[in-house]
């Protein structure tokens, strides 16, 4: 690809990238500082002296802390256990671990409640009388839930970083006399902090930022929780502008600290393959005991699923005292199917997604020959800058596409237009910004798969065709592409998918029910007393199944390689 052309698209790319990304972000920042034409720090240092904000920050902090804590402690031996052993089904538990990415931890939050409600089955089971387990444990209950769907993202990357030690460097230990946990915690876990800060991260800011998993387990005391409360106020109130901001502030210095600690200690290795990895196999009781520990946090895990499954199943009023729900029926399954805000929630979650996609499909393959197929200044920096969106919380994005909105809607040019209305306020159509945020936060998902598909994709070809007078759009359409094609469908399925199922964009910026994606479909119909959370449970078992195939599709064209898609 010539020189000019590389300048081309990487100004291209990264102007729409500084517009759509660092625009919102600088909206928000704006709101909590310029306040009627004046800089002032008062709403700032307002957010830490309200009591009700800074208990909801630290209570924020906690649930971070706990959830990345818990997931640590589940993921870290599985991955170990996985990379040493081959054991007697190994294959499926593989596939197995990575099952509680196929639902949002929100969703599973309906079937959680459903199971350890004071009529629920826990209590049936164990002859209790009506104990509110989730009542007394809320904080407990979000970590929990987010830690069971996010593991796997902690456990793909432990796993990568296990296979690109250099077993030479444990056997040197060993001969040395360092053996046992003390090798792990000397040798082993400084190789591995690099690839477990970057499941960390994600794991860290997803949890401190999350919205729905708190909303459905009535855990109003958390900042995500507030800063969705005072949605009503944007624009008027500076207030919840300073509280996104802090949060904003919040993950960026908590991911700088990570990375001056954790994320820079990486050791010298003569090479990824200097002595083959091999690992031991085991069978008998021996291979048990190491398949128990995968099996039981399978089981674990999926108690969230199973229980959505069982109350959409369950015929209402059914499920009452025990332990699985007395009378049996599909017939929530239709009433979701036939439900009006149902049928277009899951239409418009299709049209967004597949648009997001789309856009993802242009700037990732843009900036994926920029960074792999061009030596010009400044693509290191556009490859930062893409990733940049697994670093920043979901709220923060949606709070600033939501002030944008508010801002230019409130402009005479867009009061007096419908055209223009219809297009920039979200009160009247959010499909503009829906489109927008999933396109934004999903596309590190396809810029990772384009540049893996071009490093593993020799530019020799590419090069035979220019010398044969193709163009570079011929040559883009009629080599590279179909090259790089699994690449390309790995990470089309992963942000089609979890852009259908994502949760802070839909809540915040769908105001209308006939624009609704399918999780606000899911939050709204779970607050109906009566057939709500049968309706909401069954439409969520349509998107686990969804997501579950997408996953698994990825996970076969990519193999190991899928853990680099979620690295900060």
């Known amino acids: 690809m010539n020189r000019a052309l590389s300048k081309t698209i990487f100004l291209t790319t990264s102007l729409v990238f500084v517009f759509l990304f660092l625009a919102p972000l600088g909206i928000v920042i704006k709101g909590g500082f310029w306040v009627n034409g004046e800089f002032t720090f008062r709403y700032l240092i307002g957010v830490f002296q309200n009591p009700i904000y800074s208990e909801g920050l630290l209570n924020s902090l906690m649930l971070a802390v706990g959830t990345t804590t818990l997931v640590t402690i589940i993921a870290i031996p599985l991955a170990w256990l996985t990379n040493k052993y081959e054991f007697p089904g190994k294959k499926w538990i593989s596939g197995l671990i990575l099952v509680p990415m196929i639902l949002p931890p929100f969703v599973g939050a309906i079937g959680f409640q459903q199971i350890l409600g004071p009529y629920g089955g826990l209590n049936a089971l164990l002859g209790l009388g009506p104990v509110d387990w989730l009542g007394k444990l809320q904080y407990w209950g979000v970590i929990t839930l987010q830690a069971l769907a996010l593991y796997p993202i902690m456990y793909l990357n432990a796993s990568a970083a296990l296979a690109n030690i250099d077993p030479a460097m444990e056997e040197a230990a060993a001969n040395l006399g360092c053996k046992g946990f003390a090798k792990f915690r000397r040798i082993t876990l400084p190789l591995m902090m690099p690839g477990l800060f970057a499941g960390g991260t994600i794991v860290f800011i997803w949890s401190f930022t999350e919205l729905g998993t708190p909303l459905i387990m009535n855990y109003t005391k958390c900042a995500a929780v507030q800063v969705f409360d005072a949605l009503k106020e944007i624009g008027t109130n500076p207030f919840p502008y300073a509280l996104v901001f802090v949060m904003l502030a919040s993950s960026a210095i908590l991911y700088s600290i990570g990375k001056f600690v954790f994320g820079n200690k990486s050791y010298a290795m003569q090479s990824k393959a200097a002595t083959v990895s091999t690992s031991s196999a085991v069978g008998g009781w021996r291979g048990i005991l190491v398949l128990l520990p995968f099996v039981l946090v399978i089981l674990v895990a999926v108690t969230p699923h199973l229980g959505v499954i069982a109350t959409s199943l369950a015929k209402p009023g059914s499920w009452y005292q025990s332990v699985l ?202 607050q109906l007393i009566g057939l709500g959370q049968y309706i909401a449970s069954a439409l969520g078992v349509w998107a686990m199944a969804f997501l579950g195939v997408t996953i698994i599709s990825a996970s076969l064209i990519l193999g190991k390689k899928l853990g680099a898609i979620f690295r900060a």
């Open 325 to 526: 729900p007395a009378q049996l029926t599909l017939n929530n399954y239709a009433e979701a199917l036939g439900n009006e805000i149902t049928i277009s929630s899951i239409r418009n979650s299709l049209v967004y997604s597949t648009l997001a996609v789309a856009f993802n499909a242009i700037m990732g393959i843009s900036i994926a020959f920029v960074v792999v197929r061009s030596d010009i200044r400044g693509r290191g920096l556009l490859d930062g800058l893409s990733m940049l969106p697994l670093a920043v919380p979901g709220l923060v994005m949606a709070f600033g596409y939501l002030a944008i909105s508010a801002t230019v809607s409130n402009m005479d040019w867009v009061k007096n237009s419908s055209f223009w209305q219809t297009l920039l306020d979200v009160r009247t159509n959010p499909t503009l910004f829906l489109v927008i945020a999933y396109s934004v936060r999903r596309l590190p998902y396809m810029v990772r798969s384009a540049v893996a598909g071009l490093q593993q994709t020799s530019v020799t070809l590419e090069e035979a065709a220019a010398n044969l007078g193709a163009g570079f759009l011929t040559t883009l359409r009629r080599i590279t592409v179909p090259l790089i094609t699994a690449n390309l469908i790995a990470g089309g399925l992963l942000a089609f998918a979890f852009s259908m199922l994502e949760v802070s964009d839909g809540l915040m910026l769908a105001q209308r029910s006939d624009f609704y994606p399918i999780t606000k479909t899911i939050y709204e119909l779970f």
